[in-house]
Nanobody, 115 residues
């Protein structure tokens, strides 16, 4: 059973930065892709950032230009850095991973941006 454990959420002020960490229960290289999604109240879940096994990244949403996804091979973790936070970044952030057989999701971590 694959587990994705998120950490780093909480209450942050507008304009500040946030660093979320996802620790998979097995090696990152065993996945085809790992990433971060978010879901705000009454909105659909949206992709924030994706990191593919070949190193390519994708930032399709409203956080483009402010988000950076990376991997920490020492800790075997996936990092999401989100800068210049705005109120619209308030959401539950989910870690995601996919291998040849299934998609996997973390439990989610709440991020609340306030002024």
């Amino acid at each position: 059973q694959v587990q994705l454990v998120e950490s780093g959420g909480g209450l942050v002020q507008t304009g500040n930065s946030l660093r979320l960490v996802c620790a998979p229960s097995r090696n990152i290289d065993s996945f085809n892709e790992v990433g971060w999604f978010r879901q705000a109240p009454n909105k659909a879940r949206e992709l924030v950032a994706m990191l593919f096994r070949n190193g390519v990244t994708n930032y399709p949403g409203s956080a483009e230009g402010r988000a950076t996804i990376s991997r920490d091979d020492i800790k075997s973790a996936v990092i999401l850095q989100l800068n210049n936070l705005v109120a619209e970044d308030t959401a539950v952030y989910y870690c995601y991973a996919r291998d040849d057989y299934s998609n996997y999701w973390g439990q989610g971590t709440q991020v609340t941006v306030s002024s």
